[in-house]
Antibody, heavy 121, light 110 residues
Framework: EVQLVESGGGLVQPGRSLRLSCAAS????????MHWVRQAPGKGLEWVSGISWNSGSIGYADSVKGRFTISRDNAKNSLYLQMNSLRDEDTALYYC??????????????WGQGSLVTVSS | QSALTQPASVSGSPGQSITISCTGT?????????VSWYQQHPGKAPKLMIFDVSNRPSGVSNRFSGSKSVNTASLTISGLQAEDEAHYYC??????????FGGGTKLTVL
């Protein structure tokens, strides 16, 4: 059974940094691309970033480019999102999500339960 | 990276069929067959219902079907059931090597 467990969320002041982690199990982690998707309270889904199986291909939404960095450690079956220069509008539930193949061109087929990030002074 | 356009809400009675549209551009929906649909119940994580425009993952009811014409993708749910009441989101790969979601559609089963 695919399991994706996010951690690292919390309350942070504007301008500060936070690092999210996602522990994956139930599948061969280094065979699949991974994504981060967020959902602001009461709002829709917003794709944030994706990374291919070997980190060779990475993409970011314009809203986070230059501030967020996605990475993965295949030896630890883990996905990360380093979030710098956080803004109020980054407040959201951040989902870790698995793609259904190696590249970020492939769709998301499984989602974690999310980690809540609140940016507020 | 503008969001794909979906109707804010649709409704139908049990047993009826409904269709949710998802309109993009030639740089996303129209340019790729990488269109997916997700169902999200309140307080839950999204669930994949359709991928690659019209394919169903195993375990998803055949009452759900997808299609695409030019820059508009559609999700059709036939034989509407109470459990189908949820938010539905489309998504598409884009020419910028990113993904974009639609704004979401709330389905109400009357």
């Amino acid at each position: 059974e695919v399991q994706l467990v996010e951690s690292g969320g919390g309350l942070v002041q504007p301008g500060r940094s936070l690092r999210l982690s996602c522990a994956a199990s139930g599948f061969t982690f280094d065979d699949y691309a991974m994504h981060w998707v967020r959902q602001a309270p009461g709002k829709g889904l917003e794709w944030v970033s994706g990374i291919s199986w070997n980190s060779g291909s990475i993409g970011y939404a314009d809203s986070v480019k230059g501030r967020f960095t996605i990475s993965r450690d295949n030896a630890k079956n883990s996905l990360y999102l380093q979030m710098n220069s956080l803004r109020d509008e980054d407040t959201a539930l951040y989902y870790c999500a698995k793609a259904d193949s190696t590249g970020i061109i492939y769709p998301i087929d499984y989602w974690g339960q999310g980690s809540l990030v609140t940016v507020s002074s | 990276q503008s969001a794909l356009t979906q109707p804010a809400s649709v409704s139908g009675s049990p047993g009826q069929s409904i269709t949710i549209s998802c309109t993009g551009t030639s740089s996303d929906v129209g340019g790729y067959n990488f269109v997916s649909w997700y169902q999200q119940h309140p307080g839950k994580a999204p669930k994949l219902m359709i991928f690659d425009v019209s394919n169903r993952p195993s375990g998803v009811s055949n009452r759900f079907s997808g299609s695409k014409s030019v820059n508009t993708a559609s999700l059709t749910i036939s034989g509407l059931q109470a459990e189908d009441e949820a938010h539905y989101y489309c998504s598409s790969y884009t020419s910028s090597s990113t993904w974009v979601f639609g704004g979401g559609t709330k389905l109400t089963v009357l």
